[in-house]
């Protein structure tokens, strides 16, 4: 997982509430079994018409997210089913950060998991934010609008005097700086991982997890 720490990137607005994961990746493209490949089909239902051409009427229509790296969007973003294929999607799709007011839990978690910051600001200040992309030209291709946001100090900022301050959990503060997923940390135990392997023979395994799971019954 590539690390981030300190990230620069132009911000592609979604002002909606209550953005589910079937929005944010429909069912119909959750066959495949790797974690590439699904940018394309982010937001497809609303970024495309049953015929598959681009919807004009979608608020990227006009390519305003081309290039985004920071999504800004509504309360609640990431609610309904837990599938990890919404987090895989935006991944994919460019976006290292997302800005909103509130997350659904799991998809919150997913984000940690698969090298997206998401980040829970007050209203008042993601408000403030829709305010100034929309004065930078409504968040069109040329608009502009970019942020700055630090990771080691949990601060964002723009060039126009603007600082907010963001708390994230230590632990996965940790793994997003180091570039850890589950993966990666289990890796980091490598070296005693092994050595268990070779203390114990695959007989003396299979009998030492038989018995532990006699000693339950």
Same mark, same amino acid.
């Given at each position: 997982?590539?690390?981030l720490?300190?990230?620069? *990137?132009k911000?592609?607005?979604?002002d909606? $509430?209550?953005?589910?994961?079937d !929005?944010?990746i429909p069912?119909?493209f959750l066959k495949?079994v790797?974690?590439?490949g699904?940018? !394309?089909?982010?937001?497809?239902d609303?970024?495309?018409?049953a @015929?598959?051409? =681009?919807? =004009?009427? &979608? /608020?990227?229509?006009?390519g305003?997210?081309d290039?985004?790296?920071?999504?800004?969007?509504? /309360?609640?973003? *990431?609610? *309904?089913?837990?599938?990890?294929?919404?987090a895989?999607a935006l991944?994919?799709f460019g976006?290292r950060?997302?800005?909103a007011?509130?997350f659904? %839990?799991i998809f919150?978690?997913?984000?940690?998991?698969?090298g997206?910051?998401?980040?829970?600001? =007050?209203?008042?200040?993601v408000?403030?934010? &829709?305010? !100034?992309?929309k004065?930078? *030209? %409504?968040?069109g291709? @040329?608009s502009?609008y970019?942020?700055t946001v %630090?990771? /080691?100090? !949990?601060?964002i900022?723009?060039d126009n005097?603007l600082?907010?301050? &963001?708390?994230?959990?230590?632990?996965r503060?940790k793994?997003? $700086? /180091?570039? $850890?997923?589950?993966?990666g940390?289990?890796?980091q135990w490598? %070296?005693r991982?092994?050595?268990f392997?070779k203390k114990?023979?695959p007989?003396e395994?299979?009998?030492?997890f038989?018995?532990c799971?006699l000693? &339950?019954?």
């Amino acid at each position: 997982m590539e690390p981030l720490r300190r990230h620069r *990137g132009k911000v592609a607005v979604l002002d909606r $509430l209550n953005v589910d994961t079937d !929005q944010i990746i429909p069912k119909q493209f959750l066959k495949r079994v790797e974690r590439s490949g699904f940018g !394309q089909f982010l937001f497809y239902d609303w970024r495309f018409h049953a @015929d598959g051409t =681009p919807n =004009p009427q &979608f /608020e990227w229509g006009n390519g305003s997210a081309d290039g985004a790296s920071i999504l800004l969007t509504g /309360e609640n973003f *990431g609610c *309904g089913s837990s599938r990890e294929h919404a987090a895989w999607a935006l991944s994919d799709f460019g976006f290292r950060v997302i800005l909103a007011p509130s997350f659904a %839990d799991i998809f919150f978690n997913n984000c940690f998991k698969n090298g997206v910051l998401p980040i829970a600001l =007050p209203k008042e200040t993601v408000d403030r934010l &829709f305010a !100034q992309v929309k004065a930078a *030209g %409504d968040g069109g291709q @040329d608009s502009g609008y970019a942020l700055t946001v %630090d990771l /080691e100090q !949990q601060t964002i900022y723009n060039d126009n005097g603007l600082e907010v301050s &963001f708390d994230v959990d230590p632990f996965r503060r940790k793994c997003l $700086l /180091e570039g $850890l997923d589950d993966i990666g940390l289990t890796m980091q135990w490598e %070296d005693r991982i092994a050595e268990f392997e070779k203390k114990y023979a695959p007989r003396e395994r299979y009998e030492l997890f038989s018995n532990c799971y006699l000693n &339950f019954e």
